[in-house]
């Protein structure tokens, strides 16, 4: 089972990312950056009541082309986008704490 302690802390720090000003999506299939940040923001409301949320739901967020390569793509996160994905495989394949 996923660590949700880890998951949480991450998805705030994703969150702060999305939510920044200097974020941006450009033209991706994601919608716009509120749409964003409200995606993340769903998966954090599962996490603080103590629920994994689906793991595909999660996932597609990392993957190439999805809302984070995308946010990074078209945002001065350089390179934020590989350190959360790390992380996240970790939570992922940990136990909980």
Known sequence: MANL?????LFEEIQEAVTRPESWLGPSEWGTEAEAAAEIGEV?????????????????????????MEMEKYSEWQGETVGFTTRFDKAMAAQNT
């Open 5 to 9: 302690s880890a998951l949480l802390v």
């Open 44 to 68: 954090l409301r599962l996490l603080r009541s103590g629920i994994m949320p689906d793991e595909r739901r999660l996932q597609v967020l990392f993957v190439p082309g999805g809302l984070l």
